[in-house]
């Protein structure tokens, strides 16, 4: 999920990576959920040290995962949009682009408002922006990404977050399988260091809200 820099400057403006302030806040942002299997202990965990996060689900995941989709918004969770399937938004042609995230705006409005877009595979075109924001959603990528989902290791992963985080920051991890249960194990080293930091961590929302 990096982009080149001369994309990042000419389009930051209109995609969040992060936001500035001085508050020890952070964004965690979760992708491609729902899991029976492995998002309960994401929620265990959040629940356990009093943080929240924005999942962006891939919707076909959502039949049969519905009351779990209910226990993140009634935990103080937040939704956001990833499209219908796990595959790179980039690779659609603008009217499939633009029919997909419809359809997942369909699927996800059942449980909530939706506000946050993250395109499949984090690249992007200035005509997927302009889709989006006609639509009414804001795109987030994420500033700090263990590329978890390529480095098997929530040893890595923690590392890499408590190194690298910073005030304002979106932190990127992944649910589903095995990703899901790396981002459990990361989350036990992580959260509470966070804690110890005097770091509060949120919905991307509440850290953009703040900030703004």
């Known amino acids: 999920m990096i982009q080149p820099d001369w ?24 992708d491609d959920g729902p899991d029976a299997s492995t998002t309960p202990a994401i929620l265990n965990l959040l629940k356990e040290y009093g ?14 995962n ?20 796990e595959e790179p ?11 997909d995230l419809i359809a997942a705006d369909s699927a996800l409005t059942e449980f909530d408002e939706i506000r946050w877009f993250r395109p499949g ?3 992007f075109t200035a005509k997927m922006i302009d ?13 700090v990404y263990p590329f978890d989902h390529l480095i098997p290791s929530p040893w890595f992963a923690s590392e890499f977050i408590l190194w690298r985080v910073r005030p ?4 990127l991890l992944h649910d589903h399988r095995g990703r899901g249960e790396r981002t459990a194990d990361t989350l036990r080293r992580v959260l509470p ?13 509440e850290l953009v809200d703040l900030a703004e």
């Open 89 to 99: 938004s980039i690779r659609l042609s603008s009217e499939g682009f633009a029919d």
């Open 193 to 205: 260091e966070l804690s110890d930091r005097g770091y509060q961590v949120v919905t991307l929302s």
């Open 131 to 143: 889709t989006v924001e006609s639509r009414g959603y804001r795109m987030a990528l994420g500033s």
């Open 51 to 64: 943080s929240k996060a924005t999942f962006f689900v891939v919707t076909e995941r959502i039949p049969g």
């Open 7 to 30: 994309l990042l400057r000419s389009l930051s403006k209109r995609v969040t990576y992060s936001v500035k302030t001085e508050e020890p806040v952070v964004a965690l942002t979760i």
């Open 121 to 123: 595979s984090g690249w």
């Open 168 to 171: 304002g920051d979106v932190i």
């Open 66 to 85: 519905e009351q779990l989709m209910k226990r993140i918004i009634e935990e103080g969770h937040e939704l956001g949009n990833h499209m219908t399937n």
